[in-house]
DNA sequence: AACTCGGGGCA
DNA sequence: TGCCCAGAGTT
């Protein structure tokens, strides 16, 4: 397993390779980042990007969602996939933003997740990417990395994966820390070719070093 | 824990 | 062609 001297050192080396690493979706406006965020799941950013470029010049506000017949909203979205649900989540959530909390985007994890169409790591994104929470939002880039590096065990959940990150990483740099682990999982620790070749952590990587072939004596932690 | 939603990108 | 993708809800 890594130690936690070794994942500062990891967090330094990420940072270098990602200085400018930023969040891709809306950071200035809570209610287009919900939405872009809720579109994200299971399909790629620049899909995500190209379809709101239109939405967001369509839709401003909660209301404008409701103001049009779900299968158009689901036809605005339509190329993304899982679109159905999505676009029938994104209603049924304007609807209670404006019923409940006056068309405000609530900013705090437990009430957004009691939305519908939003779980845990997308109300992690909204409360640190739009109101400053510290918060370390656990999506697959985050996860695969932080288990192959073994600060993480294989078979260890989400949750656990989570609460370590944030144990081991200052609260201060958890936002920052987060984007960069997105970068670097997205372009270089990927998830069917990762560059294990080229990466400056790899001696202390436990799977890269697996991949390559030079896990001297075995410390199979499994 | 396993299953479903899903069109587009990429090898 | 087949597999995967900034997940969440249901069973």
Redesign the pocket.
């Known amino acids: 397993m890594l130690t936690k001297a070794q994942w500062k050192v990891c967090r330094d080396e990420i940072a270098d390779m990602y200085p400018d690493a930023h969040?891709?979706?809306v950071h200035d406006n809570p209610f287009e980042l919900l939405v872009?965020?809720?579109l994200?799941?299971?399909?790629?950013?620049?899909?995500?990007n190209?379809v709101t470029k239109d939405l967001f010049k369509k839709y401003k506000r909660p209301e404008d969602y409701l103001a049009v017949p779900l299968e158009e909203v689901q036809n605005d979205i339509?190329?993304?996939?899982?679109?159905?649900?999505?676009a029938k989540?994104i209603r049924a959530m304007s609807e209670i933003l404006l019923e409940k909390y006056g068309g405000i985007v609530p900013d705090d994890r437990d009430t957004l997740?009691t939305?519908?169409?939003?779980?845990?790591?997308?109300?992690n994104?909204v409360v640190s990417v739009a109101y400053g929470v510290p918060a370390f939002a656990v999506?697959?880039?985050v996860e695969?990395v932080s288990k192959r590096l073994g600060i993480n065990r294989w078979k260890d959940?989400p949750m656990e994966v989570e609460q370590k990150l944030m144990r081991w990483t200052p609260e201060e740099e958890w936002s920052q820390t987060h984007?960069q682990l997105?970068?670097f999982?997205?372009y270089f620790c990927k998830?069917?070719?990762p560059e294990c070749g080229i990466c400056p952590i790899l001696n202390m990587c436990r799977e890269g070093r697996k991949r390559m072939g030079l896990n001297k004596k075995d410390e199979e932690m499994e």
């Open positions: 969040c891709e979706l872009a965020t809720m994200s799941a299971q399909c790629t950013d620049a899909l995500v190209r339509r190329s993304i996939g899982l679109f159905r649900n999505k989540n997740t939305l519908p169409g939003v779980g845990r790591k997308t109300a994104v999506d697959t880039h695969r959940s984007h997105i970068f999982g997205r998830a069917k070719t």
